[in-house]
């Protein structure tokens, strides 16, 4: 029987037609259905919302890369969206979807990698590298036996199904019933069928389609029904919705307590996911193509340290390995095979355009205008990935954002949106054209981009508007319809905004020359001459003057923006050069722009530049008292500086000159008078106190690197003639000896504390131990990598040796008399050349110098970056103070002296769930994820230093809540748990911190927040069951529960004490603020009915110093400020407080009214709020990468603290005057001339540090 088929737009019968009697194969299914669609006439948005499901779920059914389920049934909603409504025609496509179905839809088990699809349960045995997580993860699901729930996290592109799919359910299934479905296929209705008998688990793939194509009450809905599942349910939730699934207070629950991150593979997991498959299947890969491909997959410098590639790229991998097994020959994987496949390259191109052609013509036009948003375009011809906020993008785009999302092109994540490899840029041919199309109109949509969101920012000030030039070509911009067509909402309101103000203003200069003409004709009709035109001309001069006075003001307002913004960019390259240009703009106007690149200058880091060289430096050496710099380089000379003040460094004598070429090794003796360098053309030059340079010699060939015994008495020289030389210092023999040699040259040196050992890294990839008290070549030789060793050092205690290679890596060995055995894996942080290594004088730390232009610093003992410093090219050279700074040499031809770690505290593991400080703001408690805490001196905010040792759970008590608050003493730390429980800790010793007996008890659920009264005599609790507890801290050893204070709808949030400790006040998850007199805290009093104004979660309440205002903020993203004069009529004033783009999760107060809020976006706003009924936009800070939960001030100082989901804790100053002082006290080399015309080229030339 045939089947009719019945179409809506009879006029494109002509065009071939579907028939589902022709589905072979996933492909032909896609084939007919989008033919069907075709001839519907309609797109896949207008599918998708006639049949009511995801667009991205309809695009995926389109494309193929998904097959509709049969239940729910989802294809006959489609089929009658596209207008096939007959039972038999139905059923034919059906059958079709059916026999799919049942046809074997994956290459046989021999093939070793799975390409762009996921990995499936029954791909078990060929998944690899995520083995230790997949542990992780199923022992947290076994753990919670009975019910309960996880969510797996993490960017697009992560791995999130595969590990679900190929990782937990094979591991969980020998033991477990396990119920797996995608979000998409489930509604609230259907859960409870979940959890037939022998159900344990419940997997739900894709969570974010939960929220993607439901309501927000029909998400919230199943949400809620699968939270009360008697089962254990386990959700994978793309990062870029956690905000959206905070929302929901159960799921904020389950994200505080049981969340797993899925991170980045590390290089020797994702090397196992390139070898292991083509072992089990019996194939080799050539030597050389799995470090390939690591090289190839490696992240950007600014990634997650220790990640071995970008999110996004693994199945782009898989999809090259699968390529070139495709081609291999005689069982082995080759490189050629790789190259013939086009390699990622190809991968990307391919997956891009295979993406592209799914789209209809107005998404193709989207998907246009997204590509160009999401890249930057530098110089002529460069262009880089740009992260992009997705406030940025808008409603439009989300379909078509999604499906590059889906095809891994596109990494979505809580912080914002970007391309996920830079091959795309590259490699795939129709984003080169788009991008070349017009590149002058992309630097010009950029300029609208930056300069509209810098208007937002500053309360759409009119002196942020575009003018001249730049307000022509956005107009231009925006007139053009194909170009103009990527102009978001914002963007187009400010250029309106931009030409209103220029029209306004040519309209009143039209009106000034109108009256004055009128005004002489008058005065000339009746005979005022010479007097009268006297006061004509004089009053139209004030005029002129005025009005030349306000274009002055916005000139300088709009100037103090740029720079500011310039400065910012600068701050990723050259420290120095971007605090001074930041106070510079801050003199030229104090607009919020200027303030906050001036604070976020004190944020990191402090850096010392010294000038003066000409071309690359190559190396830096420091005296042991640290009051003298050496660096050499490209222009053959050696300049040394006298450092013992570090903001003012000064020549030490003129340059030491000699060398015939490039000096490469530079070396200062124990006694900070004699020196040594070497160079090009073998050249070493000795220059001892009042003695000019000698020469020695023996070197054939160039000099790498030179060094002085610890004792001062012998001189070592490494070249690229294989050898090592060492001459006596006091009686150089021609010639000197020969102390090593191999057949590579000798690139760096470096002696054992000692004396007694000498390492030598060469070209060849070895490291040689060289005993020094022998008199002939001999020693023990060190694998490192394989090639050159550009960087060798000793810790001070000589057990530990660094070497740093050109493949990137640093490898560790400790170091027992001759003996040397590998400690650990290698460090792997840059993706380029480590020229450079040092030890801190401490041990703990280790300095690599790379050439992707930054140094990292390490914590040797955790194996993590610390602090990362910045710079505008290579960096050649480290060498550490005694003072514990760092020295640096770079190819700018600059050496740089760092503070480090500067204003930045390492929390523990897990991230920083709560920051307190002592009331006079000296003493700061952090406490983290995992139940630990520690206390740590801010006394000096540059230069933290710990109090103690790290505060572990004590026995007994529950899993840490997150909770935590110190006293305004100082003397005791209180920690809540996820029962209910508080913990305290008498610190009043921080050395020897100790639990106080027994704990404190009441709450029937998770404390959200703890906070002590001004004085410290009460202890407010804050929990999940509604209430907020009061504890009588009057003997903190032995507290006294004083009452308890109910009424609230739902969770009770951080609580807050008025400044006289008479009033608490605290924010409820159903979106009210309730207030308390406490002052009798046994019999507290409500101050009537709970306040609204929030439209959601309110997390931070806070008082001001004077205690006449009061801030709340929540998830609705605003500040609310309220009169509490009358406490017992609180009235909110008029202007609310926007700007942060994610929930204000924590509000503090700082001097002179400064109010700070921290948001999920990474954010730090400051107001000025003292004129609470007009206050005014200071600063936002960019506290962190991630999601910050928490600032701490104290009215007294104008020291901030911010910290959230990393582990950096980072000290902020809010006095724009001490940053200043402090920018110009570490300088260094003051802005030149050059420097100033090309970042303030329209002001005078005014350094701002002299």
Known sequence: MGVHMVLRNPSRSGAEAPDPRRVVTRQDFARELTLLRDHAGLTVRDVARAAGIPHASAGDYFAGRHLPPLKPARLPALLRACGVTGDAEVEAWLEALRRVRRTPGRRPAVVPYRGLARYEAEDAAWYFGREALTSVLAERVRALEGGGAIVVVGPSGAGKSSLLRAGLVPALREDTGIVLRTADEIDADDVAGLCGAGTAVVVV???????????????????????????????????????????????????????????????????????????????????????????????????????????????????????????????????????????????????????????????????????????????????????????????????????????????????????????????????????????????????????????????????????????????????????????????????????????????????????????????????????????????????????????????????????????????????????????????????????????????????????????????VAVTADGRTLAAAGADRAVRLWNIADRGRPVPAGPPVTGHPDTVYGVALAPDGETLASGGGGGTVLLRRPGAAPVALTGPRNTVYAVAFSPDGRTLVAASADETVRAWDVADPEPGGRVVAEASAAAHSVAFSPGGETLAVGFADGRVRLVDMDRRAPAGRTLAAGGRTVYGVAFSPDGRTLAAGSADGTVRLWRVDGSSAVPSGRPLKGPDQWVNGVAFAPDGRSLAVASSDGRVRVWDVGARTVTTTLPHPGPVTAVAFLRSGSLATAASDGTARIWDVPGPVVEGPEGGIFAVSLSRDGRVLALAGAGGTARLWSVADPRRPVPLGPVIERAAGSGTASGAAALSPDAATLAIGTRGGETRLWDVRSPSRPTAVPGMLTGPGDLVQGLAFSPDGRLLAVSSNDKSVYLWNMGDPREPVRAAELTGAANYAYQAAFSPDGRTLAYGTADSKVHLWDVTDARNPVRLGPPLGGHESYVFAVVFSPDGATMATAGADNTVVLWDVRDRARPRPLPRRLHGPANYVYSLAYGPDDTLAAAAGDGTVWLWDTSDPSDPRALATLTGSAESLYIDAAVPDRPLLVTAGVGRDVRLWSMDPDEVAARICATAGTPITEAEWRRYLPSASFDPPCR
Do not use: C
């Open 205 to 619: 793939d894709q969570f974010e389609d939960v929220f993607a194509g439901r309501s927000d009450a029909a998400a919230d809905d199943l949400v809620t029904a699968l939270l009360e599942l008697p089962a254990t349910v386990v959700m994978a939730l793309r990062a870029d919705f956690y905000g959206r699934a905070l929302r929901h207070p159960g799921l904020a629950r389950v994200l505080q307590a049981g969340q797993v991150v899925v991170t980045p593979m590390n290089e020797d997991e994702l090397r196992r996911a390139i070898v292991a498959p083509a072992q089990r299947a019996g194939l080799e890969l050539e030597p050389g193509l799995a470090d390939l491909l690591l090289r190839e997959v490696s992240p950007a410098p600014d990634a997650r340290p220790g990640a071995a590639h970008e999110t996004g790229t693994l199945p782009l991998l898989s999809h090259a390995l699968l390529s070139t097994w495709e081609r291999r020959r005689h069982g082995t994987l080759t490189i050629a095979d790789y190259r013939d496949s086009g390699g990622i390259a190809d991968a990307v191109a391919a997956t891009a355009e295979e993406a592209h052609r799914g789209l209809d013509e107005d998404e193709r036009d989207i998907a246009r205008l997204l590509f160009l948003r999401l890249v930057h375009i530098t110089g002529d011809t460069g262009v880089t990935r740009r992260r992009v906020a997705e406030r940025e993008l808008g409603d439009e785009v989300r379909g078509v954002l999604d499906r590059f999302v889906r095809q891994r092109l596109v990494t979505a994540r809580a912080d914002g949106v970007e391309i996920a490899h830079e091959a795309l840029l590259s490699a795939w041919p129709r984003l080169r054209g788009w991008l070349d199309a017009d590149r002058a109109g992309l630097r010009t949509h950029r300029r609208v981009t930056e300069g509209a969101q810098a208007w937002e920012e500053s309360g759409r000030d009119p002196g942020a508007l575009l003018r001249g030039a730049w307000l022509a070509e956005g107009e231009e911009l925006a007139a053009d319809p194909r170009r103009g067509g990527g102009l978001n909402e914002l963007e187009r309101r400010f250029l309106r905004a931009s030409a209103e103000q220029r029209d306004a203003e040519a309209r009143a200069a039209r009106r000034l020359v109108r009256r004055g003409r009128r005004l002489i004709a008058v005065l000339s009709a009746v005979s005022l001459v010479t007097l009268g035109l006297a006061g004509v001309t004089l009053r139209q001069r004030h005029a002129a003057d005025l009005q030349a006075a306000a274009a002055d003001a916005q000139r300088d307002l709009a100037v103090s923006r740029q720079v500011a913004i310039e400065s910012a960019k600068l701050r990723g390259e050259d420290v120095a050069l971007a605090g001074m240009t930041a106070l510079a703009a801050y003199r030229v106007a104090r607009t919020p722009e200027a303030r906050s690149s001036l604070l976020e200058a004190y944020s990191g880091p402090a850096a010392t530049r010294i000038t003066g060289a000409r071309g690359v430096l190559q190396a």
